[in-house]
């Protein structure tokens, strides 16, 4: 089983900047797939980013191409979120998920799928203030 811790959220005003990290254990990040995902009140959890196992390649929703990057450090088995250019519409509880299942290419991640991820983080507040 996979245990997923995420912080680094807070309140920060439009345009302000934010790093998210989730640090991953009872498994290495090298053979795990890993997304960000977000969930605003009234709202479905959405795919924001996720990185594959095999080579890191990043993917990314139109919600985060051009602001947000998603990176890893093998040695400290984390992955993180930047966030920049926030904005009101960013806000929201942001969860990390990793991806176990195998039928998915280990250099392919499905970032809009967030039913395809088998564990979860406790989530992280965002909040973004105009």
């Known amino acids: 089983q996979v245990q997923l811790e995420e912080s680094g959220g807070g309140l920060v005003q439009a345009g302000g900047s934010l790093r998210l990290s989730c640090v991953a254990s009872?498994?290495?990040?090298?053979?795990?797939?890993m997304g960000w995902f977000r969930q605003a009140p009234g709202k479905e959890r959405e795919g924001v980013s996720c990185?594959?196992?095999?080579?890191?390649?990043?993917y990314y929703t139109n919600i985060a191409k051009g602001r947000f990057a998603i990176s890893r450090d093998l040695g400290k088995n984390t992955v993180y979120l930047q966030m920049n250019s926030l904005t009101p519409d960013d806000t929201g509880v942001y969860y990390c998920?990793?991806?176990?299942?195998?039928?998915?290419?280990?250099?392919?991640?499905?970032?809009?799928?967030?039913?395809?991820?088998?564990?979860w983080g406790q989530g992280t507040q965002v909040t973004v203030s105009s």
């Open positions: 009872g498994q290495t990040i090298t053979q795990l797939g």
């Open positions: 990185i594959a196992s095999a080579d890191g390649s990043p």
């Open positions: 998920g990793v991806l176990i299942r195998t039928y998915y290419s280990a250099y392919f991640c499905p970032v809009t799928l967030p039913k395809e991820y088998d564990y």
